[in-house]
């Protein structure tokens, strides 16, 4: 199993009360406490596990149903303009709790000055590739 160390309990195995977005038998879904924007959703496997690529095929099947499902609530909510879904995989990529999950960020018009290239920008020298000959 791919973990991150640390000496500090799972905070997502350790939640105890909290209001759920959505869940299903796999998963369920939390709002982020450091959001990114208004709505910015975490949608969590309940098995403690690193990595998305050490999900099954029936908790990955389940986990996207619950992006389903939280995407329709935050449209309700926040009627955002768009969305960007992402997995921080591995320490390498940015993951910093050991537990995988998945970002679901609600996108508005005007919050960046020119959103494009979106999840490139981790790597901001390769975001721009329009402009590049």
Request: aromatic share 10%.
């Amino acid at each position: 199993m791919t973990t991150l160390p640390t000496s500090k309990p799972c905070p997502f195995c350790a939640l105890g009360e909290r209001e759920l977005l959505a869940s299903n038998t796999s998963g369920f879904s939390i709002f982020d406490n450091y959001p990114i924007s208004p709505g910015h959703a975490l949608i969590i496997p309940r098995r403690h596990v690193g990595s998305f690529f050490e999900l099954s095929k029936t908790e990955r099947d389940d986990l996207f149903d619950l992006i389903e499902q939280v995407k329709a609530k935050l449209d309700g909510q926040f009627a955002p303009d768009s969305y960007n879904i992402g997995i921080n995989d591995g320490p390498a990529a940015g993951q910093t709790i050991g537990h995988c999950h998945i970002h679901l960020i609600p996108r508005y018009r005007g919050d960046m000055p020119d959103p494009r290239g979106g999840v490139r920008w981790i790597i901001p020298g390769k975001a721009d590739y329009w402009s590049k000959p």
